[in-house]
């Protein structure tokens, strides 16, 4: 939706106006096509094509296994379902942090390949010269903050980041200078409700936040984790508005079920 409500493109400067009108951003993952229409039907406004694939659609442990191929090929099927919403791929791992020609040529597949309109990579200062090289490109960047699962052995697990001063006060310049270098807005992952408050007010581009409270611009979230489709472990920042896999078993048993007795299919399934 655009911010008078009517259906529009979304692009930067939509989401740009939307921090200054004080209009809060909805942005989801997705990884496939069908779910990918019913977001841009529903009006999201930023479709994040998350390395969260790993985990929830390729059964992963971690973030670390996804190559660009599959990111591709995810982004892809998503960019072909959107006609509104604005679609972010995400770099994953070793495809910005090697070298920065080697991050802008591949942020550049995810528009160029794959039908993207932006890009999201993780990391604080050491990558503002990606961020500015993939910018001055052409490619709108998301910048990510706080719990960044690429760094998952550094950090030591999958825990709440910038609780002590020092951290904080770290992570607040390290968003003005990812600002600094040309992103147009910033995922925060995962880090106190204040903090997230103090970098939101410092800022001028959105916050997207996942785990870090509501004070941030937008908010974001897994879809599997939104529907109650992931079961191997939910964080304490997820709401499940559905349990889908409920359903699901629900309709599998229901179909063995009529298979098995003879049920199914019956007169109005089947052509005489
Ligand atoms: O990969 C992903 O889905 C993400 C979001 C959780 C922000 O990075």
Request: glycine share 8%; aromatic share 6%.
């Amino acid at each position: 939706m655009s911010t008078q409500g009517k259906l529009n493109k979304i692009s930067v400067s939509t989401i740009r106006t939307m921090k200054r009108n004080h209009e809060k951003i909805a942005m989801l993952t997705a990884y496939d096509y069908p779910t990918a229409l019913l977001l841009d039907q529903c009006g999201v406004e930023m479709i994040l094509v998350g390395d969260s694939l790993g985990m929830v659609v390729l059964g992963y442990d971690s973030t670390l296994p996804v190559t660009m191929e599959d990111m591709i090929h995810h982004t892809k099927a998503v960019s072909r379902a959107v006609s509104c919403s604005m679609v972010i791929g995400d770099m994953p791992f070793l495809s910005y942090q090697c070298s920065v020609d080697q991050a802008v040529s591949n942020a550049g597949r995810f528009l160029q390949e794959a039908g993207a309109h932006g890009v999201k990579l993780e990391g604080g200062r050491e990558y503002a010269e990606v961020v500015r090289r993939i910018s001055m490109a052409g490619i709108p960047v998301v910048a990510h903050l706080g719990l960044t699962p690429q760094f998952v052995h550094q950090l030591g697990g999958y825990k709440v980041q910038g609780k002590e001063q020092a951290a904080a006060a770290r992570m607040i310049e390290d968003a003005r200078i990812l600002e600094e270098a040309g992103a147009f807005a910033v995922v925060l992952e995962c880090i106190p409700a204040p903090l997230a408050k103090n970098i939101t007010e410092t800022l001028s581009i959105p916050t997207i936040g996942i785990g870090a409270g509501p004070h941030c611009d937008g908010q974001v979230l897994v879809i599997h984790d939104l529907l109650g489709l992931y079961e191997r472990f939910t964080p304490k920042f997820v709401k499940k508005y559905s349990t889908l896999n409920n359903n699901i078993r629900e309709s599998v048993r229901q179909y063995m079920k009529e298979v098995k007795e003879g049920s199914f299919p019956d007169k109005d399934h089947s052509f005489s």
